[in-house]
């Protein structure tokens, strides 16, 4: 396994991974939308990481590095001719990552999950990683109005989704519910 080492020791690989599994685990679940895929995904990715021999300029650069890697592997892994040749086994009830969290987080993935990708993607990156809409763009390769327009949408079909209430039940004002979910935990 050294033979790929690229100047990063395993105590500095470790760091990144302990710093970077949990949002590389939830892209992946995000976009690929079952465990067993995902946790394909993450090994993936942090095989990638392994063998990239450059280093990052900062922190930010390491960690926009990891997302654009997580969604290029599982953009990949959808378009793999095994996922489109096999049965799906979605039927059969999984425990997941998200079982951990409360109902309320539960009830957003699902929604969530249920937007087409390119909704589900910007949400998950600008509500739960917090990037701006400037940094989504640099990340996707995307315009910025395009960007602004799929959160609009993507806000308008959640809110419809909820009877326009948020997670807790009020009117909502604009939010969709993953921040007061995020908050939750």
């Known amino acids: 396994m050294d033979e790929y080492a690229t100047g990063r020791t395993a105590r500095e690989f470790a760091e990144i991974y302990d710093r970077h599994i949990d949002r590389v685990y939830r892209m992946c679940f995000i976009l690929l939308r079952n465990t067993a895929d995902a946790d394909d995904a993450v ?6 990481l392994f063998k990239h021999d450059k280093a990052f300029r ?5 960690k926009a590095w990891l997302i654009v890697t997580t969604k290029n592997t599982c953009k990949d892994m959808l378009k793999s001719w095994w996922r489109s040749r096999r049965v799906d086994l979605d039927v059969l009830p999984e425990k997941t990552y998200w079982d951990r969290h409360d109902e309320g987080q539960r009830d957003v993935l699902e929604r ?9 993607t910007v949400l998950y990156l600008y509500y739960v990683e917090d990037y701006s809409v400037r940094e989504i763009a640099q990340l996707l390769d995307r315009k910025e109005s395009t960007l602004q327009t799929q959160l609009a ?3 308008e079909r959640l809110r419809a989704e909820w009877g326009g209430k948020t997670i807790d039940g009020t009117p909502d004002q604009g939010t ?4 007061e979910a995020k908050r939750g935990s």
Request: hydrophobic residues 35%; proline residues 7%; without cysteine.
């Open 176 to 179: 969709i519910g993953i921040a």
């Open 43 to 48: 090994q993936s990715v942090f095989l990638k």
């Open 153 to 155: 949408k993507g806000r």
């Open 112 to 120: 969530l999950l249920r937007l087409p990708e390119k909704y589900r």
């Open 58 to 62: 900062e922190p930010e650069h390491e």
